[in-house]
T-cell receptor, first 114, second 114 residues
Framework: EPEVTQTPSHQVTQMGQEVILRCVPI?????FYWYRQILGQKVEFLVS????????KSEIFDDQFSVERPDGSNFTLKIRSTKLEDSAMYFC????????????FGEGSRLTVL | AQSVTQLGSHVSVSEGALVLLRCNYS??????LFWYVQYPNQGLQLLLK??????LVKGINGFEAEFKKSETSFHLTKPSAHMSDAAEYFC????????????FGSGTRLQVQP
């Protein structure tokens, strides 16, 4: 069964460092998303991406964040200068654009900022 | 804008007992509604969804939910809890398919006592 894959599963970084989280969405999907879940809290929307551009972003997604689809398969989230409060689980999701509205989520990348 | 409220951050039931997890939504247009489950250290898995049509929807693992427009609710139920049901459950709403992101509730942690 097709699935969304994310790498790395866990990354530890120093405050101020740049981090890139990678995602391979389901191959025929058109819409891509990043969500964040701080430990013990709700899943929060960061950004959605369609047709090679951001279609929607939340107030969390400030200038230190960026997304890119560098090739036909990868979808990346870059955090330019990490802060302690960026420590969270980051989930990638994709959607085929059909009538269901269902998002397919990856297993997540846990980011720990020290 | 849409929102979701999940009543009860923690619910504990005995094995074999009824599971009821509550979800109320707010939306200015007809919503699409979802329940996702998150097992420890895993990603988000779709349990069930309501888009259009029958208001009682059945999902995986014996769960079902009923969309009640008059009550703006989409409560999740299972007649008989199993130990393997212990997880975090998230209700989510979207007001259109495709581009628009899901908005998640704060989650309910289900504990199943032997």
């Amino acid at each position: 069964e097709p699935e969304v894959t994310q790498t790395p599963s866990h990354q530890v970084t120093q405050m101020g460092q740049e981090v890139i989280l990678r995602c391979v969405p389901i191959s025929n999907h058109l819409y891509f998303y990043w969500y964040r879940q701080i430990l013990g809290q709700k899943v929060e929307f960061l950004v959605s991406f369609y047709n090679n551009e951001i279609s929607e972003k939340s107030e969390i997604f400030d200038d230190q964040f960026s997304v890119e689809r560098p090739d036909g398969s990868n979808f990346t989230l870059k955090i330019r200068s990490t802060k302690l409060e960026d420590s969270a689980m980051y989930f990638c999701a994709s959607n085929g654009g059909g009538n269901t509205g269902e998002l397919f989520f990856g297993e997540g990348s846990r980011l720990t900022v020290l | 804008a849409q929102s979701v409220t999940q009543l009860g951050s923690h619910v504990s039931v005995s094995e074999g007992a009824l599971v009821l997890l509550r979800c109320n939504y707010s939306s200015s247009v007809p919503p699409y509604l979802f329940w996702y489950v998150q097992y420890p250290n895993q990603g988000l898995q779709l349990l069930l969804k309501y888009t259009t049509g029958a208001t009682l929807v059945k999902g995986i693992n014996g769960f079902e939910a009923e969309f009640k427009k008059s009550e703006t609710s989409f409560h999740l139920t299972k007649p008989s809890a199993h130990m393997s049901d212990a997880a975090e459950y998230f209700c989510a709403v979207s007001v259109s398919t495709g581009r628009r992101a899901l908005t998640f509730g704060s989650g309910t942690r289900l504990q199943v006592q032997p």
